[in-house]
């Protein structure tokens, strides 16, 4: 194959933007956790960028991408990407590096997402620990199953089973999802939980990551295409008018149910509809979009709640709009497909019976039952031997105190007393320092 610039670029664009994401992830989770858990949450995600790009390099890409073992992993040709760096190494129409640094930021971002679900409660040393358990279990298996594609050599996902996964829905969202719902019950409830208000301390934190995924996102889906041209522009559309569609569908249900329409609601929404458009964005036309985005935004917003009536602490609802909103995309495609777009299949809705329908359930099955056992093993695991759950003192304490030394915010700093002392008057005129007196007397007012 031969390298295309135009492609090339919108691939590493694709990367940088997917890239942007896990910090706008790090500003959504960070402004929806207390004010003693922002810093740590934040970091869950940043972490992740760490130890995920150091296994992705190491051994991840070759996993995920070189070869097929069993059609559930790869092999070991690539470790290192020793074999990458040759101008004849070509994916499609780019350098395959541009493929390897497109797929990475995938990577960072799935486990990241499940971070939210215990929020709070967990030591940093037990999330690294698990970051790099679950990726080398689970993810790398799971993104090669739906993604290496080898005119049936390749994974049983997408390659043996036919199941669509266009960019995410089951190989991210539903495996993240599936996994948040294990170390949810593996940690136990937040110290006050269902008593004590855990509300948002940041709602503009929240907004602001809210807008950096939804930005983000068009490399996440688009980029998928790998190349510049009518399937990338299909996808675009697409995942604009579901996302949209779904802040509307959030929020009508809300206001029925709740009698307002809150701002966390409209960032929630619209992330439930980036999640659900995911793995159709290439099978759906932009009508099914609309009806795809609408009907997320009001199914994850009623499936958030059921945390409290099955009785799981999913801090930051990572279940209710993340694995909820991927199963319902990725079904989705069994009834809202249409061969017209870049995935060709028809659903039911279309002529196309229930055979898609039935391949898209099977593999969210599958995969939401292996990744929630393995993380719950590897939970337990990790919890039984370096500790996962914070002591209950130290939680009440703050995550952000006992694990970083550090709070987000230093009013007390700030307030100008730190430091500050008053000046005596000069003796000529007996008068007293204006500006001193006045910074006094505006601490104490």
């Known amino acids: 194959m031969t390298i295309v610039p135009g492609d090339t670029a919108w691939v590493l664009a694709s990367a940088a933007l997917v890239m942007l994401m896990t910090p706008g992830l790090a500003f959504f989770y960070g402004g929806m956790v207390r004010m003693k858990s922002v810093l740590n949450m934040m970091m869950m995600s940043f972490i992740t960028i760490a130890v995920v790009t150091v296994l992705w390099v190491v051994v991840g890409y070759s996993l995920t991408f070189a070869g097929d073992t069993g059609h ?135 907004i602001l990551g809210a807008g950096l995924l939804w930005f983000g996102w068009f490399g996440f889906n688009a980029g998928s295409a790998l190349s510049a041209g009518t399937t990338a522009a299909v996808t675009f559309v697409n995942t604009q008018a579901a996302t949209a569609a779904a802040v509307i569908g959030w929020l009508i249900v809300e206001r029925i149910v709740h009698g307002k329409a809150t701002t966390l609601g409209m960032a929630s929404g619209a992330v439930a509809g980036l999640v659900a458009i995911t793995p159709s964005c290439g099978a759906v036309s932009p009508i099914g979009a609309l009806i795809l985005g609408l009907a997320a935004g009001a199914i994850c917003c009623g499936a958030v709640s059921l945390k409290y009536r099955l009785g799981f602490d999913d801090s930051l609802d990572v279940v209710g709009v993340h694995f909820v909103g991927g199963l319902f995309g990725s079904l989705a495609i069994g009834l809202l497909g249409t061969a017209a777009a870049p995935s060709a299949v028809n659903g039911l809705f279309y002529g196309g019976g229930v055979t898609q329908l039935g391949r898209q359930a099977l593999a969210n099955l599958v995969v939401g039952l292996y990744s929630f056992t393995v993380a719950f093993i590897l939970g337990k695991v990790i919890d039984k031997t370096i500790g996962f759950r914070l002591k209950e003192d130290d939680e009440v304490t703050g995550v952000d105190q006992v694990e970083h030394a550090e709070t987000a915010y230093d009013y007390l700093g700030s307030s100008g007393l730190r430091g500050m002392t008053a000046r005596p008057a000069p003796a000529d005129n007996g008068t007293t320092d204006v500006t001193e007196t006045s910074e006094k007397e505006g601490v104490k007012a």
């Open 72 to 206: 559930v992993i790869g092999d070991f040709s690539e470790v290192g990407l020793k074999g990458l760096l040759a101008p004849e190494a070509v994916s499609g129409t780019t350098p395959t590096l541009a493929f390897v640094a497109f797929q990475l930021m995938f990577a960072i971002i799935t486990p990241a997402l499940i971070s939210g679900a215990i929020a709070d409660r967990a030591t940093f040393r037990g999330w690294i620990a698990f970051v790099v358990g679950w990726t080398l279990l689970v993810y790398f298996p799971v993104a090669h199953s739906v993604w290496f594609l080898d005119d049936g050599n390749g994974g049983w996902i997408g390659d043996k089973l036919k199941a669509v996964d266009f960019a995410g829905g089951t190989a991210v969202h539903l495996n993240a999802g599936a996994a948040a719902l294990a170390l949810a019950i593996v940690l136990g409830k937040r110290v006050g939980w269902k008593k004590d208000p855990m509300r948002p301390h940041s709602l503009p934190l929240v």
